[in-house]
T-cell receptor, first 115, second 107 residues
Framework: NAGVTQTPKFQVLKTGQSMTLQCAQDMNHEYMSWYRQDPGMGLRLIHYSVGAGITDQGEVPNGYNVSRSTTEDFPLRLLSAAPSQTSVYFC??????????????FGNGTRLTVT | GDSVTQMEGPVTLSEEAFLTINCTYTATGYPSLFWYVQYPGEGLQLLLKATKADDKGSNKGFEATYRKETTSFHLEKGSVQVSDSAVYFCALSDMRFGAGTRLTVKP
């Protein structure tokens, strides 16, 4: 039972480098999202998707791109990394509908350091 | 807009002590409410939820009651264990989270 799988677990980048954080889920969930977790600030929503081909911005989208070509995958791209993007990133998914009653399923996170 | 205000920690308790972590919310309509727990090095996982007013969610000895009149969803446990040491997050159904409360339980 894989659930939500994130790769890599750890990553160090230099300022200006680009990379993609991978997220895949095997639960056929329509909704997927990316959060960043910073000390004292809880989780902040970066981008989300309600289905293949549909994405939208969350609370802190600047500096990040996403795409959703399949139901299973929702990669997060950093085009030009900055030290302010040092954080722990979580991908999550859930069923759509049910009037928001369905909880999120989280991956184990990617710890990113930008030097 | 909608928001969640959560008691900030850290909270340190002795084993078998009583735990309360306060959570209040501001929302239009009737959101579902959730508590998530994050153990060290892991992602968040659902602890309990409530979907309507006066509902009580419970799991692993933890409880929280959806109080619409006070817009609150406080987390309680009667006797904490060392294994309960984690970070706890209150959340609304629109995927908005509180800042998290770190709980440390000492033997």
């Amino acid at each position: 039972n894989a659930g939500v799988t994130q790769t890599p677990k750890f990553q160090v980048l230099k300022t200006g480098q680009s990379m993609t954080l991978q997220c895949a889920q095997d639960m056929n969930h329509e909704y997927m999202s990316w959060y960043r977790q910073d000390p004292g600030m809880g989780l902040r929503l970066i981008h989300y998707s309600v289905g293949a081909g549909i994405t939208d911005q969350g609370e802190v989208p600047n500096g990040y791109n996403v795409s959703r070509s399949t139901t299973e995958d929702f990669p997060l791209r950093l085009l030009s990394a900055a030290p302010s993007q040092t954080s722990v990133y979580f991908c999550a998914s859930t069923r759509r509908g049910a009037e928001g009653k369905s909880p999120l399923h989280f991956g184990n996170g990617t710890r990113l350091t930008v030097t | 807009g909608d928001s969640v205000t959560q008691m900030e920690g850290p909270v340190t308790l002795s084993e078998e002590a009583f735990l309360t972590i306060n959570c209040t919310y501001t929302a239009t309509g009737y959101p579902s409410l959730f508590w998530y727990v994050q153990y060290p090095g892991e992602g968040l996982q659902l602890l309990l939820k409530a979907t309507k007013a006066d509902d009580k969610g419970s799991n692993k000895g933890f409880e929280a009651t959806y109080r619409k009149e006070t817009t609150s969803f406080h987390l309680e446990k009667g006797s904490v264990q060392v294994s309960d040491s984690a970070v706890y997050f209150c959340a609304l159904s629109d995927m908005r989270f509180g800042a998290g409360t770190r709980l440390t339980v000492k033997p």
